[in-house]
């Protein structure tokens, strides 16, 4: 007798092990039901084992599903995720079975061709005779023939083409290498010369594509995959997209590239879309995958080259659920398959150029196809000569540019990089910001305590009414208000303009987003108040003012990339303006124009930006020097939570090279009830924190009511 360790796709902590019945020849990767308590659930082989000796009895395995099973790549990425995210590892198996527990799609009816000629033949229906060489369900048929529904029903009274019923297509059309392959300009032409070297070498490699908005990267990577196509039959691709309001404009160019649809994969799509593609990419069946970041999870068949568009974006990051970071488990995808893996960027982030500067990256520069100015026009507003009116937000010298840009007609977008209410606290006469003691850390202010709390260390003090740099009295002032608070300011301004707000607190489905976005492409918005999410790589040609509200915010505050953000976000917006007639323009406001960040960005220099960031970052020990791991603890009852805390600190394990800092009260200290504190890991390149924070977790078990969450390199401090 066999064992089989079957995976569940639950969050438990390891496979079961189940009896293999006679006769049922399991292989790993299969698909299984299995008895769990009183259910029986579906499950992946992980591992068999002859079982002989064994004195266990064990349950058997209740039957084999009828679903392509798990390759080998896929179980060891889901394996490797797990270690990766110091997590369970039915939860990443979760994420690969979401395709193939969808239900398949119905059989539908087609209309198909009899050998019969039309009795009478219009013009209309020449053009569904000649559509119909393909069998389409009859909608289809009339919207890719472009006439009425009405004239392929005549033809199917008429005995020139009948219905059947077909089951639906599991496969996609077979994308063509030399369909329409473009011209590229030496720029391009040199970078694809560098990447089919790399994918000549037929294993892992990972380059860096570098080029702003409009020097083609685009289509040096679709190059790239044909290039992949074309050598090997049965090759397949996957690109992600930070975005699905993205994957749209992707989908055409690649349907225009290779003449045939790839497969698309994201959450907004239907469960029998989800069942297909999941299928076609097990059996080998569609070539190109377009999806978001839960494809890396598809099971690939034959995956030889993965491309991640615009890789700088934080949206790569999965904040839910099982945290990962779609980028960083791109490359390790990579390498399971011992595939290249492009990364393509205008503004690439730290980590990735690290990585290229030091040689781990092939590093790939485009040229701007229009050379010249690389930033809009960016002035730094002194908010210390210049300030906005008491409890306002926004300095006479912005609220004059939205005047003379809303005067003209054009769009302007004004940006906080934050939508939660983690200010600032600085104080208006010296421009001092309040810090933790020993640390480099700005104090946060909190609306629940009335306190001023440091991320970082968990240092807290109540609000002082004298600066403690310059002893001035009340001049302590909280930067950084919500959105809807600018908005306010905006509307009371500007009561006859058109504005809205772009934020995931008021924009709440992707259904919502796509519509702002058209509505402001489209000109029907004069102000946009956003967040991050609204400048990504959509292009509104009339908008030509970019207010940066926090120019400070963006460069402290508990997020280590929010300076490296507030430059792609205007590097972005410098990309569209370049291709229009109005030129764009940034205001920036700050209350420390001197310093050397807002330098750099007000010289439009991204080397001399990115160098100052990375030094930095390395005089902290921060990523990409090294590495960050941050544990979330929640519970509903205050004492229970803070005594599994207290254990928690107590457990944690010495060693060198690893900074613990918290307990802290998270910024958003109340979520749903829920207390929640956190703590923040920093350990250098050469600690294996994985092997660090499982040894933490595995001294502690939290009672029933606290959950733990760890976050390995986390992009949220909230
Ligand atoms: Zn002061």
């Not at 045939?260 to 995958?289: D, T």
Request: aromatic content about 6%; hydrophobic content about 45%; some cysteine.
């Amino acid at each position: 007798m066999r064992i089989a360790s079957v995976l569940i796709p639950l969050p438990l902590p390891e496979a079961f092990d189940y009896a293999e019945p006679e006769g049922m020849e399991l292989a790993v990767g299969d698909v299984v039901a299995a008895p769990l308590g009183p259910r029986v659930v579906r499950g992946v082989v992980t591992a068999l084992r002859d079982g002989a000796g064994g004195n266990r009895a064990l349950k058997p395995v209740a039957g084999r599903i009828d679903a392509p099973p798990l390759p080998a790549q896929s179980l060891a990425f889901i394996d490797w995720a797990a270690r990766y995210a110091v997590d369970q590892a039915g939860l990443p198996l979760a994420i690969a079975l979401r395709g193939a527990t969808a239900p398949k799609a119905r059989p539908e009816r087609v209309a198909q061709l009899t050998g019969k000629s039309p009795t009478r033949l219009t013009p209309a229906r020449a053009k569904v005779m000649a559509a119909a060489e393909v069998a389409l369900p009859p909608a289809a048929l009339a919207r890719a023939a472009g006439v009425s529904a009405g004239v392929v029903h005549g033809l199917i009274a008429d005995g020139a083409l009948a219905e059947t019923v077909r089951e639906a297509p599991t496969d996609f059309p077979a994308p063509d290498p030399a369909h329409a392959p473009p011209k590229l300009n030496p720029s391009q032409a040199a970078a694809l010369a560098a990447l089919t070297a790399m994918i000549e070498e037929d294993r892992f490699g990972v380059a860096l594509l570098d080029g702003v908005t409009g020097s083609g990267k685009t289509e040096v990577y679709l190059e790239a995959a044909a290039a992949v196509l074309s050598r090997d039959p049965d090759a397949q691709v996957l690109i992600l997209l930070p975005e699905i309001a993205l994957t749209e404009a992707v989908i055409a160019r690649l349907a225009a590239r290779f003449g045939a649809q790839p497969a698309a994969w994201h959450s907004g799509l239907g469960p029998a879309h989800r069942r297909r593609v999941w299928e076609a990419a097990a059996l080998g069946k569609c070539r190109i995958v377009v999806g978001a970041r839960s494809a890396l999870f598809l099971p690939f068949a034959r995956l030889k080259l993965i491309v991640v568009d615009e890789e700088h974006d934080a949206s790569y990051k999965q904040e839910d659920g099982f945290i990962y970071q779609a980028r960083d488990f791109a490359v390790a995808r990579g390498k399971i398959a011992d595939a290249p893996v492009i990364l393509a960027s205008a503004t690439p982030s730290l980590e990735t150029l690290w990585n290229a500067e030091t040689g781990r990256y092939r590093w790939l520069k485009l040229a701007s196809r229009h050379g010249g100015a690389v930033l809009p026009e960016i002035t730094l507003v002194d908010l210390r000569e210049t300030p906005p009116e008491p409890g306002r937000w926004l300095s006479p010298p912005l609220v004059a540019a939205i005047a003379q840009t809303f005067a003209a007609g054009q769009q302007s977008l004004l940006f906080l990089n934050r939508r939660g209410y983690a200010p600032l606290v600085l104080c208006k006469a010296c421009g001092e910001r309040m810090r933790a003691p020993d640390t480099e850390s700005w104090l946060v202010e909190h609306r629940y305590t009335g306190r001023l709390v440091c991320h970082l260390t968990g240092f807290s003090m109540p609000k002082p009414e004298r600066c403690p740099y310059c002893t001035a009295k009340d001049s302590l002032v909280s930067v950084g208000p919500g959105v809807e608070r600018v908005e306010e300011e905006v509307r009371e301004l500007f009561p006859e303009a058109r504005i809205a707000v772009f934020s995931s607190d008021t924009i709440q489905s992707a259904e919502a987003a796509r519509a702002l976005i058209e509505a402001m492409a489209a000109g029907d918005i004069d102000i946009l108040v956003a967040t991050q999410g609204a400048a990504k790589g959509h292009n509104f040609p009339n908008l030509t003012l970019v207010g940066v509200v926090d120019a400070d915010l963006s460069l402290r505050g508990g997020d280590l990339r929010a300076a490296e953000r507030t430059f792609q976000l205007l590097a972005q917006v410098a990309g569209r303006a370049g291709r229009h007639v109005n030129p764009g323009r940034a205001l920036l406001q700050t209350w420390a124009p001197e310093h050397a960040v807002m330098q750099a960005l007000a010289a439009q220099d991204r080397d001399a930006f990115v160098a100052l960031e990375m030094a930095e970052r390395e005089a902290a020990g921060l990523p990409p020097f090294g590495r960050l791991a941050a544990l979330i603890v929640s519970g509903e009852d205050p004492p229970t939570l803070d005594r599994f805390v207290r254990d928690l600190a107590a457990a944690a394990p010495n060693a060198d090279g690893v900074d613990v800092f918290g307990p802290a009260d998270a910024p958003f200290s109340l979520v749903r009830g829920r207390r929640r504190k956190r703590f923040l890991v920093r350990a250098d390149r050469s600690v294996d924190l994985q092997a660090y924070l499982g040894a933490w977790r595995a001294r502690v078990k939290p009672p029933a009511s606290v959950r733990l969450t760890i976050d390995v390199d986390p992009y949220s401090f909230l």
